[in-house]
T-cell receptor, first 113, second 116 residues
Framework: DTAVSQTPKYLVTQMGNDKSIKCEQN?????MYWYKQDSKKFLKIMFS???????INETVPNRFSPKSPDKAHLNLHINSLELGDSAVYFC????????????FGEGSRLTVL | AQKITQTQPGMFVQEKEAVTLDCTYD???????LFWYKQPSSGEMIFLIY??????QNATEGRYSLNFQKARKSANLVISASQLGDSAMYFC?????????????FGAGTRLAVHP
């Protein structure tokens, strides 16, 4: 059983299109995240949800809209895609208390042409 | 503001030797956590080791150990007896706080190549 799963793993699309990435975790964690890894491998947090509530919203263009229908799911919708959105998007989850390490999904590679 | 610095973009080591990957951090928090993750070429992020700011002993997990020097604000990863499968990107991360909630911030990473 995959602990944190993302779909799709690969997305290739044209500029201006809208796309979504879905994420599900079966670890029972309360907190989920979206991270963006750019072409230089730098990882930056985008959003975090705790029990369906948005708790962290870094300076991300409002073309990016996360949605958490329940605490096991966190989706990312991107409107009007731009070339600079090309990256690997990682979903992750963590449990409150304890070290708080992140459990990552396998990543979704988005390529905008 | 919290910050993680990894000054080694790339490192190489001979198989079976030990290697140290550097990480320094900056925070004004008294309580924080430090993490190391491995990212092989396949792309997944693998959690390796954790050190809490109040832990007096250095963390160890198998061949991984974390050399924690609090006064110097450093949290170096030591990999003993390197194996070819250790070739990967390695990221140091710190648990910081934003608006009262935890978040992990990452360094730029170090690419490790293990040579036979």
């Amino acid at each position: 059983d995959t602990a944190v799963s993302q779909t799709p793993k690969y997305l290739v699309t044209q500029m201006g299109n809208d796309k979504s990435i879905k994420c599900e975790q079966n670890l029972g964690h309360d907190t989920m995240y979206w991270y963006k890894q750019d072409s230089k491998k730098f990882l930056k947090i985008m959003f975090s949800y705790n029990n369906k509530e948005l708790i962290i919203n870094e300076t991300v263009p409002n073309r990016f809209s996360p949605k958490s229908p329940d605490k096991a799911h966190l989706n990312l919708h991107i409107n009007s895609l731009e070339l600079g959105d090309s990256a690997v998007y990682f979903c992750a989850s963590s449990q409150e208390g304890g070290p708080g390490e992140l459990f990552f999904g396998e990543g979704s590679r988005l390529t905008v042409l | 503001a919290q910050k993680i610095t990894q000054t080694q973009p790339g490192m190489f080591v001979q198989e079976k030797e030990a290697v140290t990957l550097d990480c320094t951090y900056d925070t004004s928090d008294q309580s924080y956590g430090l993490f190391w993750y491995k990212q092989p070429s396949s792309g997944e992020m693998i959690f390796l080791i954790y050190q809490g700011s109040y832990d007096e002993q250095n963390a160890t997990e198998g061949r991984y150990s974390l050399n924690f020097q609090k006064a110097r604000k450093s949290a170096n990863l030591v990999i003993s007896a390197s194996q070819l499968g250790d070739s990967a990107m390695y990221f140091c991360a710190m648990r910081g706080v934003s608006g009262g909630y935890n978040k992990l911030i990452f360094g730029a990473g170090t690419r490790l190549a293990v040579h036979p």
